[in-house]
């Protein structure tokens, strides 16, 4: 598939747009509230949590006292 050539005016608006994307993001970054990015999963979200099964349960409880 061949892309068609972008106009000048068409350019001009996507670094306009990304101008306005990397000054969100450095703010967010700041302010702590990171944005999430589109189609990208974070890693703590992509990890699923073991469960325990019961015996461990056992095993953990009878170590902590």
Do not use: D, N
């Not at 306009?16 to 990015?37: L, M, N, P």
């Amino acid at each position: 598939m061949v892309q068609r050539k972008l106009t000048k005016k068409e350019i001009e608006e996507q670094k306009e747009q990304q101008k306005v994307r990397a000054k969100a993001s450095r703010a967010a970054r700041r302010s702590g509230k990171i944005t999430k990015k589109e189609g990208k999963v974070s890693k703590s979200k992509a990890k699923t949590k073991e469960t325990r099964s019961q015996k461990k349960i056992a095993t953990v409880r009878k170590s902590r006292q």
